[in-house]
């Protein structure tokens, strides 16, 4: 089945303690996006990457960080994670437009984010 | 940046009712999608569709590019129907990273 896998569904943790919520995806997209979801701000991207090797900054990357080792995965970093980073957290895949037929994101489950 | 709108906010249907949500944008797009966000959190794609009609089961959708808004069509909704619909747009005019601008929803409750 085609998919988007994020791990974990639900965590809970302390201000400062290094995280990772994995993101990976089994359709052979060159793309994926990192996204935030919070009340009365809706979805925010976060960080996104064109391909292998390939990442950049979205609207909120502040105290995060990626890498796109491998096509399939691609991780969601926190090095010291605070309070303000409580979110619900997405990723989302898709194929490159440029190259061919596009049928747009899949989405991951979402992970939801509680830092105390 | 491209806005998007949806209307309305906020319905309520009795079970077997016909909605029709929908979505306005500033700008041409080359990708539009519908999404479900179920009461557990989980974002649903519903459609791809930058433009035309596409149907699936109870559920079908227009998007009219060249007037720039989308239509979603729930018929004979069912409580499994309940819980929020986006609305969600990119356009390489506004960015070359490809990001989906997101509507503020429709959040749609069906009641028994």
């Known amino acids: 089945e085609a998919q988007v896998t994020q791990n974990p569904r639900y965590l809970i943790t302390v201000t400062g303690k290094k995280l990772t919520v994995t993101c990976s995806q089994n359709m052979n997209h060159e793309y994926m996006s990192w996204y935030r979801q919070d009340p009365g701000l809706g979805l925010r991207q976060i960080y996104y990457?064109?391909?292998?090797?390939?990442?950049d900054k979205g609207d909120v990357p502040e105290g995060y960080k990626v890498s796109r080792k491998e096509k399939r995965n691609f991780p969601l970093i926190l090095e010291s994670p605070s309070p303000n980073q409580t979110s619900l957290y997405f990723c989302?895949?898709?194929?490159?437009?440029?190259?061919?037929?596009?049928?747009?994101?899949?989405f991951g489950s979402g992970t939801r984010l509680t830092v105390v | 940046g491209i806005q998007v709108e949806q209307s309305p906010p906020d319905l309520i249907l009795q079970e077997g009712a016909n909605s029709t949500l929908r979505c306005n944008f500033s700008?041409?797009?080359?990708?539009l999608q519908w999404f479900h966000q179920n009461p557990w959190g989980q974002l649903i794609n519903l459609f791809y569709i930058p433009s035309g009609t596409k149907q699936n089961g109870r559920l079908s959708a227009t998007t009219v590019a060249t007037e720039r808004y989308s239509l979603l069509y729930i018929s004979s909704s069912q409580t499994t129907d309940s819980g929020v619909y986006f609305c969600?747009?990119?356009?390489?005019?506004?960015?070359?990273?490809?990001?989906?601008?997101f509507g503020s929803g429709t959040r749609l409750q069906v009641q028994p």
């Open positions: 989302a895949s898709s194929l490159d437009p440029d190259r061919g037929p596009n049928y747009g994101y899949t």
């Open positions: 990457s064109m391909n292998v090797e390939v990442t």
């Open positions: 700008d041409s797009v080359n990708n």
């Open positions: 969600a747009v990119a356009s390489l005019l506004y960015t070359g990273r490809r990001a989906l601008t």
